[in-house]
């Protein structure tokens, strides 16, 4: 039984919601509009405002399916009407980033700094307060996109548990080892 893929999904005023014959969904609104291809087992029905996903049979594979477009397609929505943000801390000394353009330019304690060319769909600003750590913060409306975005970014300097240096999302809990020593 798939419980997320019964839940019904609200379209909010100003989106705009169809499918096609070949069961690709497309999601317009204030933000812009995405498009995904759902399988051709799963039926997308929208009635009052309301999006239903369904399944055909009770397989194992419709429902890993049911849930995972109605994940989807509510992603989309919420997309186009609100967008998504992630935002990274990047903590050591002499860490800093910078945007110029479309390109990120970070400097993550390596002998160089590192460039990343942001994706169009991709917005980036990067923040430096005096005694506080950078903050780079990610805007998009693909969720998945925005998500390998940030996974990249935070793989250029994973965060250590000794110190707890290196790039990580804010708000995020790190486990902090104790150092040699402890042991004594």
């Known amino acids: ?3 997320i893929g019964k839940l019904p999904i609200s379209v909010p005023a100003g989106v705009a ?3 096609d014959n070949d069961n690709a969904v497309t999601v317009k609104g204030p933000k812009g509009s995405l498009t995904t291809q759902v399988d051709r087992d799963i039926t997308v029905a929208i009635e009052d405002g309301v999006l239903t996903v369904t399944r055909p049979t009770e397989q ?3 429902k890993a399916m049911h849930g995972l477009y109605r994940s989807l397609i509510n992603n989309m ?3 186009v ?5 992630k935002k990274l801390e990047l903590v050591g000394v002499g860490y800093k980033a910078s945007l110029v353009g479309s390109t990120l330019e970070l400097a993550l304690g390596y002998s160089h700094n590192v460039y990343i060319a942001l994706p ?3 917005t980036a600003t990067a923040v430096t307060d005096k005694g506080k750590n950078p903050i780079v ?3 998009s409306i693909d969720n998945q996109l925005l998500g390998q975005v940030a996974a990249k970014i ?3 300097r994973k965060v250590e548990p000794y110190k707890g240096k290196g790039v990580r999302f804010v708000g995020e809990i790190i486990r902090r080892k104790a150092g040699k020593t402890a042991s004594k």
């Open 60 to 62: 194992k594979r419709h």
């Open 137 to 139: 913060t990610l805007n």
């Open 1 to 3: 039984m798939s419980r």
């Open 120 to 122: 169009g769909e991709v």
């Open 17 to 19: 919601i169809s499918v």
């Open 81 to 85: 009407s609100a967008g998504f943000e």
């Open 77 to 79: 929505v919420t997309g």
């Open 154 to 156: 935070r793989s250029l």
